[in-house]
């Protein structure tokens, strides 16, 4: 039985892979309180819960909040979500760096300023046996990151303890990659050095590639992959995205891919009016409104379609509900 913010529940149903609740940066909120973008967690979460309610009238169950270190994870403010909504939502920890750790990591560790022990693995494997902080809630997702800097000395850290963390816990391993240097392959090599067998990884952000033949060597070393920026069009279009997902299927690969937009129900950083003009389609909607009628309308078929919201995110789970 998968863990969720609100506990254990029988089964995720359909799922989107990649979201986030909330991006929030903690050391604004403590000093300018008072910015427009602030911070009101009933009000905030109020918001969050409607726009979840919501998409569980559109036939989703479950989000991954894939929001972990980094990005300013809060999960007494999911929490609260999760009291206000039917959808289930799956906690993630890890941390989102593309470069440098944040010095309470980089100054700690072998070959560091102060040395010691390397804690971050040590952080990971507490938030999904023990709970996060003191919400009780625990983690059932490790994340890491390489971006187009490729795999730097602190990207490399946390997959180290990311990969440590998994084969002490069980719990799938979710990436952010960048496609257009063909990062996942990369982020592959290092997780199965490591010992983790990359059907438990999933490539996260494949779907901005449009490179069968990228993408399917990722499929061939045995991850998933994320067709999970939906909306994001300015890196790769509906059409784009969409006829690489309707390939993928049609050539027998819809039982290794997954789903998401990438979305923040609220997100300090985003200036909601720029985003909605740029990204009108940038919503935790786009799925079920526009992109799997358009799937349909390729061929591909409702079994797929099963396999990549429901079948999938179920196997991907099943290793770490222990
Ligand atoms: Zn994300």
Known sequence: MPETVAGRVRDLGATLMHEHVFGLSPEILWNWPDVPEGWDLERRAGEAAARLESLKDHGIDTIVDLTVVGLGRFVPAVQRVAELTRVNIVAATGLYTYDALPPYFGNRGPGSLFGGPDRLAEFFVRDIAEGIGRTGVKAAILKCASDHLGMTAGCERVFRAVAEAHLETGAPISTHSHSASRGG?????????????????????????????????????????????????????????????????????????????????????????????????????????DVLPELRRRGVTEEQIHQMLVGNPRTIFAGSAK
């Open 185 to 289: 392959l990369a982020q592959q090599e290092l997780l199965a050095s490591l010992g983790v067998d990359l059907t438990s990884v999933i490539i996260g952000h494949a779907g901005d590639s449009t490179d069968l033949g990228y993408l399917q060597d990722l499929l061939r070393n045995g991850s998933y992959l994320g067709m999970d920026r939906f909306g994001i069009e300015t890196i790769s279009s509906f059409e784009s995205r969409v006829a690489t997902v309707a390939a993928l299927a049609e050539r027998g690969h819809a039982g290794r891919m997954v789903l998401g937009h990438d979305s923040y129900c609220f997100n300090d950083r985003f200036d909601p009016d720029v985003v909605r003009r740029r990204h009108p389609n940038y919503h935790l909607l786009h799925i079920s409104r």
